[in-house]
């Protein structure tokens, strides 16, 4: 059974950045498509990025187009989330997710993995 952890979040001035981590045991990640979400109070979850397990293509939300990038390293069988130049509406609970898919999608009832969730918080 495939399990996630996040780990990473923090407290970060506007302007500053984080680099978020997700973890998996029990599998390799090597087939599966990952996911990064984001979900804030009183909102709907909703894809942030995500990057495919047949050829690393990567795909990523209007909102962080251009600041945040999605990789992944399969010997670490970890997949990262590199957030720059952070707003405080990118507070919120990030979650990483998998899917047995070859490309990715950007909808969260796509995935059947989840991890906990880690807090992002943009405060000055």
């Known amino acids: 059974q495939l399990q996630l952890v996040e780990s990473g979040g923090g407290l970060v001035r506007p302007g500053g950045s984080l680099r978020l981590s997700c973890a998996a045991s029990?599998?390799?990640?090597?087939?599966?498509?990952i996911g990064w979400f984001r979900q804030a109070p009183g909102k709907e979850r909703e894809g942030v990025s995500c990057i495919s397990s047949s050829d690393g293509s990567t795909y990523y939300a209007d909102s962080v187009k251009g600041r945040f990038t999605i990789s992944r390293d399969n010997a670490k069988n970890t997949v990262y989330l590199q957030m720059n130049s952070l707003k405080p509406e990118d507070t919120a609970v990030y979650y990483c997710?998998?899917?047995?898919?070859?490309?990715?999608?950007?909808?969260?009832?796509?995935?059947?993995?989840w991890g906990q969730g880690t807090q992002v918080t943009v405060s000055s």
């Open positions: 997710a998998a899917d047995s898919r070859e490309l990715c999608l950007l909808y969260p009832n796509e995935y059947d993995y």
């Open positions: 029990g599998s390799t990640l090597d087939y599966y498509a």
